[in-house]
Nanobody
Framework: QVQLVESGGGLVQPGGSVRLSCVAS????????MGWYRQAPGKQRELVAA???????TYVDSVKDRFTISRDNAKNTVYLQMNRLKPEDTAVYYC????????WGQGTQVTVSS
């Protein structure tokens, strides 16, 4: 069992930046494939970015060239750097770790508004 705790959300203006962090409770973090998902009101949860154990990153088309996912296995942490934010990026962002099964964090709200 692993616990995932997200942080870094908040209110940001359009065009701004924010970095989300997700810390895992287990030292076996390096074995996990990690992903960031988001869910906007009235919409389904979608995968935004993922990073594999071998540090291969993938992105949904709507965030390519704006978001960057990374991981620091020494700190049991995965990051999502979000740049040039748009109002449509407003959502609750969830961290997910996968190894044998999926583990989810509690989510962090990101609101993009002027």
């Amino acid at each position: 069992q692993v616990q995932l705790v997200e942080s870094g959300g908040g209110l940001v203006q359009p065009g701004g930046s924010v970095r989300l962090s997700c810390v895992a409770s287990r030292s076996t973090f390096s074995k996990y494939n990690m992903g960031w998902y988001r869910q906007a009101p009235g919409k389904q949860r979608e995968l935004v970015a993922a990073i594999s154990r071998d540090v291969t990153a993938t992105y949904v088309d709507s965030v390519k060239d704006r978001f960057t996912i990374s991981r620091d296995n020494a700190k049991n942490t995965v990051y999502l750097q979000m740049n040039r934010l748009k109002p449509e990026d407003t959502a609750v962002y969830y961290c997910c770790g996968t190894w044998l099964r999926d583990y989810w964090g509690q989510g962090t709200q990101v609101t993009v508004s002027s």
